[in-house]
């Protein structure tokens, strides 16, 4: 699938993208308990899109990468479109 195939709402999302940019990770309290969380910008030849990262993820990924998503959803929040891993997904940084 292609970013400029998203839409909210979608789910079982499989994805291949390029990470552009993270952003600083900041403390946030969940009803887990309390967690990190990072909003990366990601994209591929279609277009850009946001990723929320989480906890160990956001020490997994770095600038440059190409990360694989399987099993993703799409939220938005503020108005933008997100992809999100979530608790059944699965991310994994590929070797170009």
């Known amino acids: 699938m292609k970013v400029s195939e998203l839409r909210a709402g979608m789910k079982r999302i ?4 390029k990470v552009t940019d993270i952003g600083e990770p900041r403390d ?3 009803k887990f308990g309390p967690a990190r969380v ?17 906890n160990k ?3 997994r990924v770095s600038v ?3 990360l694989e998503i399987k099993n993703g959803y ?8 997100q992809v999100n891993v979530g608790q059944y997904g699965k991310m994994d940084v590929v070797k170009e």
Not at 14 to 17: A, F, G, I
């Open 14 to 17: 499989d994805l291949k993208v």
């Open 28 to 30: 946030v309290n969940t």
């Open 38 to 54: 990072a909003t990366a910008t990601v994209g591929d030849d279609s277009g850009q899109t946001k990723l929320t990262l989480w």
């Open 57 to 59: 993820d956001i020490d």
């Open 64 to 66: 440059g990468d190409t």
């Open 74 to 81: 799409i939220s938005e929040f503020r108005g933008e479109l």
